[in-house]
């Protein structure tokens, strides 16, 4: 698969990236030679391999699901520098 160097100014606008022309270039190669192997793996014939989500045989341990007694809303806002009707009061983010 051949890459341009238009799709590379389309990608890196999408994540809001800006390069000079010297490196716009080097990407496109860069990215055109990392397309062309991806282009050789599709050649291998895969139909026997069995997917893997890992290359080692391992699993996460998980604990037991267990219903606890949990705090209080009167114990958890103890330590809450400031609170409001049963919620924490912090800085807005968000602008009107």
Known sequence: MKISKDDVIKVSELARLEFTEEELDKFTEQLGNILEY???LNELDTNNVEPTSHVLDISTPLRED?????LNIEEVLQNAPESEDDFFVVPQVIED
């Open 38 to 40: 991806i282009e050789q």
């Open 66 to 70: 267990k219903v606890v007694e949990w």
